[in-house]
């Protein structure tokens, strides 16, 4: 049975860091993602990587965010820094058994999903 189980959310004043971790049951994925949602807005993908180790962000959290994945634990992390009070949100480890770079930050691309870790920061 897979499962995708994400840690390391808590509150964090501005410009702090947090670092969250997702542990993943099952056989070693291809693409595998963080995406958050924040109160009243659609999930967004905040960082994706590939088999290959090909990285995706998007422009609000470049720089700030960093993905990196264990494949021989099947763990995948996300460090983020200098965060900010628009981070706030509930942040998904996704996963996927296909690889596609071009769909790493694609919500409807992943098969499977955690239940989420909050992160809230405050001004």
């Known amino acids: 049975q897979v499962q995708l189980v994400e840690s390391g959310g808590g509150s964090v004043q501005a410009g702090g860091s947090l670092r969250l971790s997702c542990a993943a049951s099952?056989?070693?994925?291809?693409?595998m993602a963080w995406f958050r949602q924040a109160q009243g807005k659609e999930r967004e993908g905040v960082a994706g990587?590939?088999?290959?180790?090909?990285?995706r962000y998007p422009d609000s959290v470049k720089g700030r965010f960093t993905i990196s994945r264990d494949n021989a634990k099947n763990t995948l992390d996300l460090q983020m820094n200098s965060l900010k009070p628009e981070d706030t949100a509930m942040y998904y480890c996704?996963?996927?058994?296909?690889?596609?770079?071009?769909?790493?930050?694609?919500?409807?691309?992943?098969?499977?999903w955690g239940q989420g870790t909050q992160v809230t920061v405050s001004s």
């Open positions: 996704a996963a996927d058994y296909r690889d596609n770079w071009s769909l790493l930050l694609h919500v409807d691309y992943y098969e499977y």
């Open positions: 990587m590939d088999s290959g180790g090909y990285t």
């Open positions: 099952g056989d070693t994925f291809r693409n």
